[in-house]
């Protein structure tokens, strides 16, 4: 069921620009990420070190053993308290700032309890990898940057000075910066900052209706569909680039290893993936865009995405990006004031939207046909409908009730669309 919220005062958002570096500057933050990835291995390894000598209780023992003297589980701040020594010892990590270092420890303090503890929802993570070299590729200033350390298109960092940066788009009025990142990618350097905006009014949306709300059914043959019937082709940017790929990938596994053009090779490949994330990134954002743009508030069904990925359908459903594209729906529709509704997906494909009759359909039947009461329409646009009735709380639906435990998510796959 839909409940009232209202959203806090504070808005935080983030900005990422591109940078334009001298040489002695991408040289100052390429040995930056290598201090950093050096620091984060040892932290780790001193948690991994307590962990295997006091992960067993003392009453799970045999009689006869040797019990080694327990270590002090190393936390952040005793962590942090030895970065005096790191400094003493290895004088290069002086050049860095210490809240730098600091938000190194605080990665692994992260990374390590989501592994034994699991994070707010109990989920937990896989066990915690070494960085290799290389695999270290951002380095982050928690300080809050001050307005005076903008200019233009110039701005200030601790211990690194001045840095120009391609402003695209100019930093929103009443905007505060809070933190600053410096990302490295394949195909250069980025800045990234965090702004928060205490001045956002408190919004209070109303309860979901039939005008303020829409339905989207998403899917593999199209992205999606919504209520009224209109469709938002899928571009499969992966698939589109497979040829090309498959070109690359093939140079690349004939180069010698150690040798400047497995290094080039390598890049190539890299710079190509990193080409299809942002295609998709970008047709994400505007199709989220397109859609809020009605001002209604959105229902969409809480698949299993997980479970569908791992069946023959893996690849287009990577390819598609449901998820990061619901988090991009969500994110852009708190910002706008309007909030978006998921829904139970059993039934929404083999239910008609007219009478809530149950009209069975295989994966090839892709229109919906009601022997109960006429009516005739495409089976997306049939589930979008249906969708947008759950949101809202049809009476229809409401008399019928929801199924459980109509299927795994293999089931949920084959009813989605045509492999």
Request: hydrophobic fraction near 35%; aromatic fraction near 8%.
């Amino acid at each position: 069921m839909y409940e009232d919220f209202t959203y806090n005062n504070i808005m935080r958002t983030a900005y990422q620009y591109r940078l334009r570096l001298t040489q002695q500057q991408q040289a100052t933050i390429d040995s930056w990420l290598e201090l950093c990835r050096r620091q984060y291995n040892y932290r780790l390894a001193e948690r991994f070190n307590w962990w295997t000598q006091n992960r067993c209780d003392v009453n799970a023992c045999p009689l006869v053993c040797y019990l080694p003297e327990l270590k002090d589980r190393p936390d952040f701040y005793s962590q942090k308290r030895d970065l005096v020594n790191s400094k003493r010892l290895f004088p290069e990590y002086k050049d860095l700032p210490s809240h730098t270092l600091q938000d190194v420890i605080a990665r692994v303090e992260k990374t390590f309890d989501r592994w034994l503890k699991g994070d707010s929802n109990g989920k937990k993570t896989g066990k915690p990898r070494f960085k290799g070299q290389g695999r270290f590729r951002s380095i982050a200033f928690p300080d809050p940057v001050k307005a005076e350390h903008i200019d233009g298109r110039m701005i200030q960092l601790p211990k690194i000075g001045k840095l120009k940066m391609i402003l695209h788009r100019p930093l929103p009025a009443g905007f505060q910066v809070k933190t600053a990142a410096i990302i490295k990618k394949v195909d250069g350097y980025y800045l990234t900052l965090s702004l928060q905006d205490s001045s956002v009014p408190v919004l209070s949306p109303d309860r979901p209706t039939m005008d303020n709300t829409i339905g989207i059914d998403m899917g593999l043959k199209v992205f999606l569909v919504n209520d009224v019937g209109e469709e938002v082709a899928i571009p499969q940017h992966y698939r589109k680039a497979e040829k090309r790929l498959k070109r690359v990938q093939r140079s690349l596994s004939r180069k010698k290893k150690g040798s400047n053009r497995r290094k080039k090779a390598i890049k190539r490949v890299a710079k190509l993936h990193l080409k299809i994330a942002n295609q998709r990134k970008d047709f994400h954002y505007k199709t989220a865009k397109k859609l809020l743009d009605k001002g209604k508030k959105i229902g969409y069904e809480a698949l299993n995405i997980k479970g569908i990925a791992r069946t023959r359908m893996a690849k287009s459903t990577h390819d598609a990006g449901w998820g990061t594209f619901l988090q991009i729906l969500e994110i852009k529709a708190a910002r706008a004031g309007l909030s978006t509704i998921a829904v139970n997906p059993n039934g929404t494909t083999q239910d008609c939207s007219s009478c809530g009759q149950k009209v069975l359909k295989t994966i090839r039947d892709r229109w919906h046909s009601c022997p109960h009461c006429g009516l005739e329409l495409d089976r997306d646009h049939n589930a979008a409908i249906n969708i947008k009735h759950r949101a809202v709380g049809h009476p229809v639906l409401k008399a019928r009730g929801v199924r459980r435990n109509s299927g795994t998510a293999k089931r949920e796959a084959r009813s989605l669309c045509e492999a």
